[in-house]
């Protein structure tokens, strides 16, 4: 089955409406269309004119302002520089590719990650402290021992009994 491409369109007045739950969404909830793998477009009400990447980019600078920015001056001084130069039209395949490349070997790194601990960090934590929790018990046993090894060896001398020291053959 082929997947329908989503249309929110969007108002003169900037409000956003996806067509297919009927209702007026916020850029936060597109947000979350990204994050979730929907595939959508938005759209004009009035021209049809495609409208996903100025939406998307609004999307990218209201994060950019909050918190830790992903984008340095830098780089974006270095993006603007690309506009109008004859490799433009190499440098957002180029993109595309080098951010896919950084996606797959963070998966696979995160694969590696699982498969050496071979849980989640939880699941680590508890397993460790099972562990920690079984070493005391081991060791609290082995002063028990002990302790009750040395008493029968306190006893008076001369007295006979099946003692642990035994004869010695």
Known sequence: ????????????????????ISSYITLEEI????????????????????LTRSVLLQIISEHEEKGQPMLSPQLLSQIIRFYGDSLQGFMGPYL???????????????????????????????????????????????????????RPAASPAGTSGTGRGGKKS
């Open 1 to 20: 089955m082929a997947q329908t491409i989503r249309i929110i369109k969007k108002y003169p007045n900037r409000r956003l409406y996806d067509t297919e």
């Open 31 to 50: 947000r979350q269309l990204v994050l979730d793998g929907e595939t959508f477009e938005v759209r004009d009400a009035k021209s049809g004119e495609d």
């Open 96 to 150: 595309e590719r080098s951010l896919q490349v950084f996606l797959d070997q963070q998966q696979q790194f995160r694969n590696q990650l699982n498969n050496l601990m071979g849980q989640t960090p939880w699941s680590m934590l508890n397993e460790l402290t099972e562990r920690n929790m079984d070493a005391w018990k081991s060791m609290q046993r082995g002063f028990l021992d002990a302790a009750s090894q040395s």
